[in-house]
């Protein structure tokens, strides 16, 4: 089954206890992204990434990590969590960002609770 | 200005009822246009991309208007299992970036 997979589904950790939460799929798809969602705010993108080894940041990349060493797996780097970053996450794939009518495949999500 | 706009919704509407949602954007060199379902506390699904001479998939019509930054999303006859959020999302010339209007709530009832 086609899928894109995020462990954990649920977290709650502290402020400043390093976390990833990782993200795969099965599609051999080029592209990947991270979304936080927050209420009122809508989903924002965070970090995307091109293909392997090519990342780049979205619109909210500060204090979040990303790294794209094989082509199904784009893992999401938290250093120091702070409680701002409390939200509902997801990553999501596509074949690739050329081409135009291409949409994504999203997780399930991960909701993270820093206290 | 919001790079990505939506109604706000939430609307209510009758089953069989024809419901339409707009969103407008802000960078006219965005490429690539879709509308988004998402069920609450769950991840959004694609419904369309739209493409630039419009297109209609079922009981769903996306129209695109470049001149004047418009989506639109038509819903007809509606049903029950349409109540969800609509997000219109819109890509850059690039590619890359991806932005999501905030959503449209829509409770479809009997």
């Known amino acids: 089954e086609a899928q894109v997979t995020q462990n954990p589904r649920y977290l709650i950790t502290v402020t400043g206890k390093k976390l990833t939460v990782t993200c795969s799929q099965n599609?051999?798809?080029?592209?990947m992204s991270w979304y936080r969602q927050d209420p009122g705010l809508g989903l924002r993108q965070i970090y995307y990434?091109?293909?392997?080894?090519?990342?780049d940041k979205g619109d909210v990349p500060e204090g979040y990590k990303v790294s794209r060493k094989e082509k199904r797996n784009f893992p999401l780097i938290l250093e120091s969590p702070s409680p701002n970053q409390t939200s509902l996450y997801f990553c999501?794939?596509?074949?690739?960002?050329?081409?135009?009518?291409?949409?994504?495949?999203f997780g399930p999500g991960t909701r993270l609770t820093v206290t | 200005r919001k790079e990505v706009e939506q109604d706000p919704g939430p609307f209510n509407v009758p089953e069989g009822a024809t419901v339409a949602f707009n969103c407008t954007y802000s960078?006219?060199?965005?490429?690539?246009f879709f509308w988004y379902r998402q069920d609450c506390r769950k991840e959004p699904k694609l419904l369309m991309s739209?493409?630039?001479s419009g297109n209609e998939d079922g009981r769903f019509t996306a129209q695109l208007n470049r001149a004047s930054q418009y989506i639109s999303l038509l819903i007809r006859d509606s049903k029950l299992s349409d109540s969800a959020t609509y997000l219109c999302?819109?890509?850059?010339?690039?590619?890359?970036?991806?932005?999501f209007g905030a959503g449209t709530r829509l409770f479809v009832k009997a």
């Open positions: 739209v493409y630039s």
């Open positions: 990434s091109m293909n392997v080894e090519v990342t």
């Open positions: 999302v819109v890509r850059d010339t690039g590619g890359f970036k991806t932005i």
């Open positions: 999501a794939s596509s074949q690739s960002d050329r081409r135009d009518y291409d949409g994504q495949y």
């Open positions: 960078n006219s060199a965005s490429q690539s």
């Open positions: 599609m051999n798809h080029e592209y």
